[in-house]
């Protein structure tokens, strides 16, 4: 069998089979309840996988590896290791108050999730609203997508970008969560396997010494902070900026409200564990960026440096060629599984925090949120056909914007029993938004990551303030 006719076959049988998931979840999706976070029936690791998935996705595996080729180990720091513990600690504080709070209020999104936490309608709608930037996002994981797609079949990018669309979806459109989940579990497999393949193979590059095969290529290119770098150059850049950014992106709708899809409490250590585990074997995935540029891989963009070097390792080789093939499936898959979740979450959350509150119960609420798919999916490639430089920067600006706003009000909501003021979470809100997207579009500040954590630091001193200033007041009701 030759390379091309195993690629359409291998191919053909993902689509199948993700179609076939999807008509399962289909079967099993009956309400917009449903749609949105499942009848509560999945396994804990299922859904740890699934989440595991979501996260890693396009940025992991195919975005910032550029970042990692460029910029050296300051970059595979802040988002391997600094982000990897900002992402534990996330769920160590949040999970159990945030599902705790959840089920007691049957809370379907998270401004659904404000809603109920703080009984003001006003600011779950502008939370529903600001949420809406997750689409940033949708538009890095399109053109991550259309890259592959471009590296895999004879396709001009903005083709690709219409079957990718077309493609994910249809099937996210017919089963919702358990659409999602069932495809996320069989990508998440696939993608673990993939990372210790291309770890192992590319591991050569060493040559026995990681560190000194950096330095050759320059000091700081080697160093923990790269002076030479506009993005990661000391502490705070690499370090707490990656560490505070991460925790707050756990509070994405995609993400945090995963742990609404968990049957009771007693499923939170297997869920964690299984997360934690799966992500961190995929943080690997950002060793590509070494092993590119230690190959002598040279590549003129930055977003493609991992299709370039794949196509550099594996395609000048019959056998290479069949396991480029199944390499790609999986790296499309990886940003499948996030392009589904945002997908059903924004859908989810515009209908139950948008329209449902403006225009009452008089339409159908699961037929609306496939119709909110469909416009998502319109806007997303709208913004993709013609996408900036680096697409990794501009997912940044939209998706840290979104977690400096969330930060405090669900870190309070979780953690703080008594009554908290309304004007401290929304003034908390408003200064990690505007203070965010100041500093990085107008005051200099060019890593997103830095300039959020910047107004993440100034709304949680906001918040700690009013929370001091109004102890003496009576706690609210709850639920």
């Known amino acids: 069998m030759s390379p091309e006719i195993f690629k359409y076959l291998i191919v053909g049988a993902y689509a199948v089979l993700v179609y076939w998931l999807s008509w399962l979840g289909m079967r099993r999706t009956r309400s917009v309840e449903g749609f949105s976070i499942g009848n509560k029936d999945m396994s804990p690791y299922i859904v740890g996988i699934t989440l595991a998935a979501s996260i890693s996705s396009t940025a992991t595996f195919v975005i910032n590896p550029g970042f990692v080729y460029t910029h050296g180990l300051s970059a595979y720091l802040h988002y391997g290791v600094a982000g990897s513990l900002g992402i534990l600690s996330a769920f160590l504080v949040l999970t159990r108050g945030f599902l705790r709070l959840g089920e007691s209020s049957a809370a379907l999104t998270i401004p659904q999730w404000i809603f109920y936490r703080y009984n003001h309608r006003g600011f779950s709608l502008f939370f529903a609203f600001i949420n809406l930037l997750s689409i940033t996002f949708v538009v890095l994981i399109l053109v991550g997508c259309s890259l592959l797609m471009t590296g895999l079949f004879p396709l001009e990018q903005k083709t690709a970008l219409v079957v990718v669309l077309v493609f994910v979806f249809s099937y996210v459109l017919m089963g919702g969560t358990y659409a999602h989940a069932y495809t996320n579990s069989l990508q998440g497999v696939m993608m673990m396997l993939v990372t210790a393949v291309l770890f192992i193979q590319g591991w050569k590059y060493f040559q026995g010494d990681m ?65 934690v585990l799966v992500g961190s074997l995929f943080t690997l995935m950002l060793m590509i960026g070494f092993y590119a540029r230690l190959s002598g891989v040279e590549v003129e963009a930055q977003d493609a440096v991992v299709r370039e070097y794949l196509l550099h390792e594996f395609g000048s080789s019959v056998w290479g060629e069949y396991v480029l093939v199944f390499i790609f499936i999986t790296l499309l898959a990886a940003g499948m599984s996030t392009l589904d979740g945002i997908l059903v979450a924004l859908s989810a959350m515009v209908v139950n925090d948008i329209v449902r509150p403006l225009a009452g119960e008089r339409m159908n609420g699961l037929v609306l949120s496939r119709w909110v798919l469909v416009a998502v999916g319109v806007v997303g490639v709208l913004l993709a056909w013609n996408p900036p430089p680096l697409i990794g920067l501009f997912a940044q600006k939209g998706v840290y914007g979104l977690a400096a706003a969330s930060l405090v009000p669900v870190l309070f909501g979780v953690l703080v029993r008594r009554h908290i003021p309304l004007w401290v979470v929304v003034g908390a809100a408003a200064i990690g938004l505007v203070l965010h997207l100041g500093l990085n579009l107008f005051g200099g500040v060019e890593n997103p990551a830095v300039s959020a954590t910047y107004a993440i630091l100034a709304s949680l001193g906001f918040g700690l303030a009013g929370l001091f200033i109004s102890r003496n007041q009576l706690p609210a009701r709850m639920g």
């Open 211 to 275: 560190f000194g095969s950096l330095a050759a290529i320059g000091s700081e290119y080697a160093s923990a902070f790269n002076r030479d770098s506009s993005l990661y150059f000391d502490f705070f850049s690499v370090f707490v900026s990656g560490f505070v950014i991460t925790f707050a992106l756990m509070l994405q709708p995609h993400i945090l409200t995963k742990v609404l899809y968990l049957r009771s409490e007693k499923d939170i250590n297997k869920f964690i564990g299984t997360t």
